[in-house]
């Protein structure tokens, strides 16, 4: 039934405000996207015949997944204005454990123990994150220093277990297992960076449409309003440690599938990247605002700076000034930004 009431199209005007409001809203993804076009027509220029061809973009998708499957779920603890240094050496604890149930069934039913090995895995990375959770909610540690501690007690934790030695990955190649997680699609496109984009898909949906999103959304932006609203603060904080732990775990997996092998210092050298991809992604590190997509495209843009720099003729050097120079920056940008809109 018609309300008689004609509808008049929008003014000029009020498109303009629209697609201001919409540039406003999605700024930071915008930002991302625009850097990294600029970065990669950078390089082009300079190493044509490297990024002119399939191989490093072969070699991107391979690896930037290392770190990406655990900037994902981390852009969701600092959203909460929390942080986790932890997380590298939870990749190889995670690992630590599949070596010690593998190790109970490898005489009898090799892949039985891969299985198992592979679930165990998970669990101790999400009895990690659980810890870290319950140490920071219950004992109101700060996560800063809470997460510093279980890195090295971790650490300390696979040391111990492994006696220092790396262990082979044949029996876990001889399994399904292997091209699920690091076998090719068609031929060509690594099935790690299948599972960096569904890792990403999934956390864009909880972040955005569940109401867990909301929650750790209203945690980082103010704790005191949030419970008001009714928001269980200290339950949504320990959740996103425990996803990051699993995360790590299955990552760890990942990487030493790739690799074939594992080895004790399995994690060290992805904090920085790691970091570097949600701050960047523009995540701020004051908690309550973030971005999935943005830490995702972010992850890549990290990734093609080694590379990159090597290709250009520079020394590798400079990449880890560059990481350095990228958190910074970032870090800082929000700084400011925080108190303008304050």
Known sequence: MESGVEARPLSPAAKTSGFARLLRKYAMQIAIV???????????????????????????????????????????????????????????????????????FSATNPSLGVWLGFAACLLAGLLAGLLNGLIVVRLGIPSLVATLGTQFLWRGVVLVVTNGQGIGMGPAEATLLYPALVGRVGGLIPVQFIWSIIFAVVAWFFLNRHKFGAHVYLTGDNTESAKLMGVNVGRTKILTFAIVGVAAAFAGFVVSE???????TLGEGYLLNTLASVFLGGTSVFGGTGSIFGTFVAAFVIAIINPGIVAAGWTAYWTQLIYGFIVVVSVSLQAVLRRRLA
């Open 34 to 104: 625009f850097v990294a076009l600029l970065i990669w027509a950078f390089f082009l220029w300079r190493s044509p015949r490297t990024f002119g061809a399939y191989p490093i973009y072969n070699s991107l998708m391979s690896t930037t997944p290392y770190y990406a499957l655990m900037a994902i779920p981390l852009t969701l603890v600092i959203i909460a204005k929390e942080i986790d240094l932890s997380f590298p050496s939870i990749m190889a604890w995670g690992m630590a454990a599949y070596d010690v149930v593998f190790l109970l």
């Open 258 to 264: 790739s690799v074939h092998f594992l080895w004790p």
